[in-house]
């Protein structure tokens, strides 16, 4: 087959296209409002020139002239018979429609562009784009083939054009917001329906260098970047308490403060293993009910059955209230697999550990700043807290060590709770029987009541070693056991 210098489509009005391939044929009703005579009548035909197999052209087939006009030739009439030559801007007027050609840029893209079922039976199944153009069908020859066979092989068409992709169908294939369209540019993270399929563009890398950022931050990975943030407002918040003694800045000031590593590492997380693409949404929502019903179930069984807190026990309650906070997100349809649940989980930990490590630097601030400070006013005395920089530097220190020991407990501890639970089926009926899940509960717990065991940092240490390395096999793995 011939193969041209530079390949080329034809443009339709409409949005329709056709590739410009060695013997394709056009007939009346590939060309709206052609002149009237049979439906299936070829009209027009590519070819190559003789002598020279690179230089296609289309021959009129028809028993009319058409007007060519090109930025080579000008413009010209093409009687029945004749050929135009095939090359990039030349427009070709069949009765009352026009047409143009225009270069088809087919040429091997590096992974970043993706295609994702959004709903029904084939929900979360991605389709990577690895050329810049691409026909998608429901069967062969298109070169995606897609699960609808309803689909016709070779009347969807897909660009990839610099930041976005075009797409052009014919007919009532392709619909924006339920309305049918010839053809729509599409950027990342947009949703189109193909007959009953509903997509969504996926560019993970793109759509972050869109996210334009400011100043010195611009260059900066998106984990570090979020680190220096939070802690220069961790640190203002902090000088600014110093200075004024204000309590209405204690709160934030802690949280900030408590989010400082956390954040670094969970962008680090998602960043590098969020496949299915989990919404802000879903983790913030997470994150918030991580550290809510965490924070709930270490105290209830002291309000419940009278109890003192024993601390070795902690995870036996505690594990179980984060797995519960990611409840909301155990039927997505999209957020299926068991490394979804192990980034979900994580976002659970890591909000129950912000949570925690803010109310304990509160404590150790309270019991260690905290003293009564009389100053008469006329007609009594005025009772007044006085802080101690001994409580502020204990607080600061407290909040420094568990910063630097976060990534390693809590938040660790469900992402490995919540993958082998997404592995059993995302169901408490399964999962209670599944040894995969009981496995892990039981890890967990024996991990976490080591980390709070009588044997202080080395139990720490051994706790955190330990998690560590079953973590990293998770993620080696997608988040499925071995």
Partial sequence: MPL????????????????????????RNDLPHFPSGPADEVVARVSAKPGDDSVLGITNLSPIDWIAESPRKGRYVVAPGQTVRIEPDVKI??????????????????????????????????????????????APPAGLVLPAPQLPADQIELDIVDDHILIRASGDLLKVNGKNVASVPLRPNDEFQLGNLHLRVINQQLAQKQNKQIGFLQNMPA??????????LAGLLILLFALTDNFHLLPVALIALSLVVPIVVLTRIVETY????????????????????????????????????????????????????????WKHPVYDKPMDGLI???????????AET??????????????????????????LPNLSQQGLVAMLLNLIFRNLLSPYGHCLWTGI???????????????VKDPRFLKAFLIVVLLHGLWDSPFGLLG??????????????????NGYSQ
Avoid at 93 to 103: A, L, Y
Avoid at 278 to 307: R, Y
Avoid at 345 to 354: E, N, S
Avoid at 461 to 469: H, K, N, P, Q, V
Wanted: charged share 15%; with cysteine; hydrophobic share 45%.
């Fill in 4 to 27: 041209p210098e530079q390949p080329c489509q034809l443009i339709v009005p409409g949005g329709r296209h056709f590739v410009l391939r060695y013997g394709t044929e056009f007939r």
């Fill in 93 to 138: 007027q069949f009765g009352n429609t026009t047409v143009e050609i225009k270069p088809l840029l087919s040429v091997p893209l590096k992974s970043g562009w993706y295609l994702r079922i959004i709903s029904g039976p084939n929900a979360g199944q991605e389709f990577a784009l690895t050329h810049s153009h691409l026909t998608l069908g429901g």
């Fill in 223 to 232: 984990p570090t970047r979020n680190g220096v943030v939070v802690g220069t």
């Fill in 274 to 329: 969020n496949t299915s693409n989990i919404s802000i949404n879903t983790l913030l929502i997470t994150f918030l009910l991580g550290g809510s019903l965490g924070m709930v179930a270490t105290i209830l069984p002291q309000v419940l059955l009278g109890m003192p807190p024993i601390m070795f026990l902690a995870g036996i309650w505690e594990e179980p209230a984060k797995l519960l906070a990611t409840f909301w997100r």
């Fill in 344 to 354: 979900i989980g994580t976002a659970a930990g890591f909000g129950f550990a912000v």
């Fill in 358 to 383: 803010a109310g304990y630097g509160l404590d150790i601030f309270i019991h260690n700043s905290l003293t009564l400070l009389e100053k008469k006013i006329p007609g009594g005395v005025l009772i």
């Fill in 417 to 431: 709770l919540c993958a082998a639970f997404w592995e059993s089926g995302r169901s408490l009926k399964k999962a």
């Fill in 460 to 477: 720490i240490l051994i706790s955190a070693g330990i998690t560590s390395y079953i973590y990293k096999e998770r993620l080696k793995h």
